[in-house]
């Protein structure tokens, strides 16, 4: 494993958090599927469904929004130590604040339309409905929510603590580099670590309506998501505070996953199948696995993904840009194909396939060496592979055509 440098880019921690993002495509392409409705978070379920998508939007929910905020913990510690308090505040500004609003205007009248579409029908008559919603501008915003932006908006409410607390921050880093944030830099790494993670998570969770975590979609603050998430986002910037520790999750890499499959079996069944009614326990098994879940898939990409690859990087790039843009395709496609006498697993294959296709096309060609691209990315890149030096850093356009 490398020895920390400063400089370095956190390979396998950046294509972690973009698998993440991607994974948002698969959650949100069978969810339509799943025999439990899902009520107003997903109004819409398709004549064909199978339990197999019910464990499938299970597993993801378990660990995939606590593994990305764990990540973005991490990430804004590292911009907040390197570009400084203010630095931060512009770059989370311009990166997550202006794209919040901005895809927020766009996506939520597509969004509403598609249900209406979808639930009025879809190709069997939903389309004067849905033409009717478009055709009434005055309506698009009348049920104003963060749909599945919601991660951002949270996130900028962290940013907003985060610059509140600048002083602090300052005053806390100066005292504590050198016995507490250590201390816990070895409890993250102790073997007993995830477990301590579970403990606290699973008071956060006893809130929450379900046995795992709430999503609120509505602008109106929710303490209790607010609080499970920003534990996330605590240890994530104290494994920043650690950062030289972190090849060491590598060591116990599937011992975790295995665990981490276990619990999250044992959650899937008693909460789906077993006895969905007594919630508590079911708390227990989800803190359980989302913790030592996020131990073993952090260890599996430090293992194998800590290295500069040119896919790795697109998609790394570009999956901002995907989850942002897929979920009215995901609305729309099922309810395009509510008609059609099929199984439910061939329809989530289309409806993947076809949104992961429009989203990555749309990003190589309209977005990737665009103004929109550097909205999101922070510079612009050419519609190619990038080449990497041994550090990971882009070759400039002329060694990439060499």
Aim: proline residues 5%; contains cysteine; glycine residues 8%.
């Amino acid at each position: 494993m490398s020895q920390l440098d400063e400089n370095r880019r956190y390979h396998s921690l950046d294509q972690l958090r973009a698998i993440m993002m991607i994974l948002g495509l698969v959650l949100h392409s069978v969810v339509s599927f799943t025999i439990i409705p899902l009520g107003r978070a997903w109004p819409y379920q398709d004549a064909s469904r199978h339990v197999l998508f019910d464990v499938v939007v299970t597993f993801i929910h378990v660990f995939r929004m606590p593994l990305f905020f764990l990540m973005a913990g991490f990430f804004t510690a590292f911009l907040y130590y390197r570009q400084g308090p203010w630095g931060l505040v512009r770059n989370r500004f311009l990166r997550v604040g202006v794209p919040f609003v901005l895809f927020l205007a766009v996506l939520l009248p597509l969004n509403h339309s598609g249900f209406t579409y979808a639930m009025s029908g879809g190709a069997r008559g939903g389309s004067d409905a849905a033409l009717a919603y478009l055709g009434n501008p005055s309506g698009w915003y009348e049920r104003l929510r963060t749909i599945h932006l919601w991660f951002l908006y949270y996130l900028i409410l962290f940013y907003a603590v985060i610059a509140l607390a600048m002083p602090v921050l300052r005053r806390l880093t100066r005292a504590w580099s050198g016995s507490v944030v250590p201390r816990l830099g070895r409890l993250i790494h102790h073997p007993v670590g995830p477990f301590v993670g579970a403990a606290t998570t699973f008071l956060t969770l006893l809130p929450m309506r379900g046995a795992g975590l709430d999503t609120e979609t509505e602008f109106l603050v929710q303490p209790k998501i607010l609080a499970a998430y920003g534990v996330f986002m605590v240890f994530g910037w104290v494994l920043y505070l650690n950062r030289r520790e972190v090849d060491g999750f590598a060591r116990r890499a599937w011992p975790f996953m295995f665990a981490g499959a276990a619990f999250s079996a044992a959650h899937i069944g008693y909460s789906l199948f077993v006895a969905p009614q007594y919630v508590l326990a079911g708390k227990a098994l989800a803190a359980l696995a989302m913790w030592t879940l996020i131990y073993g898939f952090m260890g599996l990409f430090v293992r194998y993904y800590d290295r500069p690859k040119p896919l790795g990087r697109y998609l790394s790039e570009a999956s901002y840009w995907l989850y942002l843009v897929h979920l009215p395709l995901t609305i729309w496609l099922p309810g395009l194909m509510s008609g059609w006498d099929v199984s439910a697993f061939v329809k989530s294959a289309v409806t993947l396939a076809v949104t992961a296709f429009a989203c990555l096309f749309t990003y190589h060609y309209l977005v990737r060496s665009t103004a929109i691209g550097a909205l999101l990315n922070g510079k612009r890149y050419p519609r190619a592979l990038p080449r990497l030096d041994e550090k990971g850093r882009h070759l400039p356009a002329a060694a990439t055509a060499a």
